[in-house]
């Protein structure tokens, strides 16, 4: 009897490797199985897009059965430079013809986009007559239904919090200038990738000679989106190395001219995916958060057909989405300062935030939609990144530690929910290490420190190695250094004898495992081996770390003097300046993105003295190109920090370490 065939489903998973030999793939992260037993190199699971030579021309349907490959760039175009675009663009926009005008790849034609005309009706904020009787922004119940508020905000703070923007009230009004995002039905953008479609004009606004100008326009153009102009869609894709990203051009074969229904959204969406998202983390990782998780996040939100804006799920989409226009409008502002309407654009954004995300938490606690209320929080904190305004991290970061808290006894969850409750808790360690608590716990035993660490947290994700460039055992003893110097302040006007033996102990085992730390001890699993650049900047950047721990440490728990931590200043600057010259070097276009992060060179600039300061402010010059309004602010605070010290030392006063002139000066900074 004949044996029976038996079909098989088509997959299009897998690696590339596996792909290509017809095989079944695990789709193990980084390399699969299958490779890695037949000592192959793995293809890896990135997108690979590339330049469509003619995307007009006619298909001709395949003959026979089977699978057709489908070769995207057969042309002789290849790719184009950023200025070269920008050039085509332009000219198109300034054509004295319609119909017909082709600059490069580009061509004008017209398009029938009735499909997404934008709806009519204009949406306001909830309570938007009386921001003073707002309730507390963040409170939420914990599992085990009992009440807790999150960073209580009273409704004067909650007025200061609104108002620390340079732009006054009345030329930000409540009501937002576009409807919320419509619905795209049948589309659902691609998480990593980011499809975005937006009018051409527009993306020569978004361009980096753009971004530099210094020209006298202080006003967006707005763009009518059934106009003809051309549409752009803005594709990720991968280059050699599977982590590294570039921007590839390409015309799709269905057009639209607004994925939002609002020329300036869309610019400001796509210069969040293309730009921001690659600025924020300092090693290009396939799994970016800002794009993977806060970007995707806010899409499948402007994705729902019928978007309720009584349901606490709305409302927090609702907050995440105007969180991410107002950062990349502050940003594209501090790119050009001539532009000043994306100054007011960002503050009105970032007020509609914070009423949305105060809406939907009064609506409901945070239970199933836990992911998106992190999320919508830990936005925030990217906004005064982005703007360098107030100090109102510490209230979200705040709000996210208690969220995260009401599910402390969790133990299984998603990779990506993880991953934010990590994000959430390094960020509020950076927030804790210039906070300089001065009422700590009193000491209990060496157990406090298991107690209230969060080491569950801090030393078993690798994460923290590509979104900050730090490996957890470092970011575990920064957190045990905070812990013991808070414990020990109490005891500064007694005393030595008065600190207890067990808790000296406690100081010198924190010591000696920094001491004894080298990179060579860590297991780098989350960049590949095979890319050797991402490798070599994450090698200089957990160095600096390490190196800024030691100084945090010598700082806080045994109280050196500055001339004593010169050489370990002096480390740290080296690894920081290499990391630039890396970048500045490196022929895969990353200089200008992967933004630093900036915790090493904040603690190291401040204990800096004579020729070593030189240095430092040579590095604080070379990222203001970053267009990061954090940085500057850093800047400020150390600058601040360099001219009260001099002055005690001119006057012969008593001598004070940048920690006591930081809290006497009244500085708050978060230092990423």
């Excluded at 793995?42 to 030579?53: A, E, K, M, P």
């Excluded at 990217?382 to 510490?394: H, K, N, Q, Y």
């Excluded at 406090?448 to 460039?469: K, P």
């Amino acid at each position: 009897m004949p044996r029976q065939s038996v079909n098989r489903g088509m997959t299009f998973t897998g690696c590339w490797t596996c792909k290509s030999r017809k095989i079944r793939c695990d789709e193990r992260p980084v390399s699969c199985k299958n490779c890695e037993r037949r000592g192959i190199t793995c293809g890896g699971y990135d997108i690979r897009l590339q330049w469509v030579s003619d995307p007009f021309a006619d298909i001709s349907p395949s003959k026979g059965k089977g699978r057709r490959s489908i070769k995207l760039d057969e042309g002789p175009e290849g790719q184009y430079r950023m200025d070269e675009i920008d050039d085509f663009l332009y000219a198109i926009d300034n054509s004295e013809t319609a119909v017909g005008t082709q600059k490069g790849p580009f061509s004008i034609f017209p398009v029938n986009d009735g499909s997404l005309s934008p709806a009519n009706a204009q949406e306001t904020l909830p309570y938007e007559d009386d921001y003073q009787s707002l309730s507390p922004l963040y409170e939420t119940q914990n599992d085990m239904g009992d009440n807790e508020r999150i960073g209580s905000i009273s409704g004067d703070s909650l007025a200061v919090l609104l108002s620390d923007s340079d732009v006054s009230k009345d030329l930000i009004p409540l009501e937002t200038d576009h409807p919320w995002p419509i619905a795209i039905r049948g589309h659902r953008p691609d998480p990593v990738i980011g499809l975005l479609e937006t009018d051409g004009a527009q993306e020569s606004a978004l361009s980096p000679d753009f971004l530099s100008s210094s020209g006298d326009e202080t006003s967006t153009t707005h763009h009518d989106s059934s106009s003809s102009s051309p549409a752009l869609s803005l594709i990720r894709s991968a280059s050699s190395s599977p982590n590294h990203f570039h921007i590839s051009f390409a015309l799709p074969p269905q057009l639209t001219t607004s994925l939002f229904g609002d020329a300036d959204v869309d610019s400001l969406i796509h210069h969040y995916g293309v730009h921001m998202a690659d600025l924020l983390q300092p090693i290009s990782h396939v799994h970016n958060i800002y794009r993977e998780l806060y970007l995707s996040t806010a899409l499948e939100g402007s994705c729902t057909s019928t978007p309720s804006p009584n349901t606490s799920k709305s409302l927090a989409h609702m907050a995440l989405y105007h969180s991410l226009l107002s950062a990349s409008a502050y940003h594209m502002w501090y790119c050009n300062k001539n532009r000043a309407d994306y100054q007011r654009i960002g503050a009105k954004n970032r007020q509609q935030a914070i009423h949305y995300l105060q809406s939907a938490v009064n609506a409901s606690t945070p239970g199933a939609d836990y992911k998106l209320f992190l999320v919508a929080i830990l936005s925030l904190v990217t906004i005064g990144i982005m703007s360098g305004e107030g100090d109102d991290f510490a209230v979200h970061l705040t709000g996210a530690t208690q969220l995260r808290n009401s599910r402390s006894r969790w133990r299984i969850m998603s990779s990506s929910t993880k991953q934010l409750n990590d994000v959430s808790a390094f960020l509020a360690l950076l927030a804790r290490t210039t906070a300089f608590d001065t009422s700590p716990p009193p000491w209990l035993g060496p157990s406090q420190l298991a107690l209230q660490a969060d080491e569950g947290i801090m030393q078993s994700n690798n994460c923290y190695e590509y979104i900050y460039g730090i490996t957890p055992s470092i970011a575990a003893s920064i957190q045990e250094t905070c812990i013991l110097a808070e414990i020990l302040a109490q005891f500064d006007n007694q005393p030595p004898q008065a600190i207890p033996d067990d808790l000296r102990a406690a100081c010198e085992a924190s010591g000696d495992k920094l001491l004894s730390w080298t990179l060579e001890s860590e297991t780098i699993v989350s960049i590949p081996k095979n890319d050797e650049l991402m490798l070599t900047i994450f090698n200089h950047h957990a160095n600096a770390w390490h190196r800024a721990a030691l100084i945090y440490y010598h700082r806080r728990i045994q109280r050196c003097d500055p001339i004593d931590l010169a050489l370990d200043i002096r480390d740290v600057a080296k690894h920081m300046h290499t990391v630039e010259d890396i970048k500045a070097q490196s022929h895969s276009n990353i200089d200008g993105i992967l933004a630093p992060i900036t915790w090493p060179a904040f603690v190291a600039s401040c204990e800096a003295l004579g020729d070593d300061r030189k240095t430092w402010r040579r590095w604080w010059h070379r990222v203001e190109h970053y267009r990061i309004a954090n940085i500057q602010k850093q800047w400020d605070v150390i600058q601040q920090i360099w001219d009260e010290t001099d002055r005690i030392q001119q006057a012969r006063s008593r001598s004070e370490d940048w920690i006591q002139l930081f809290r006497r000066l009244g500085c708050h900074v978060l230092p990423v």
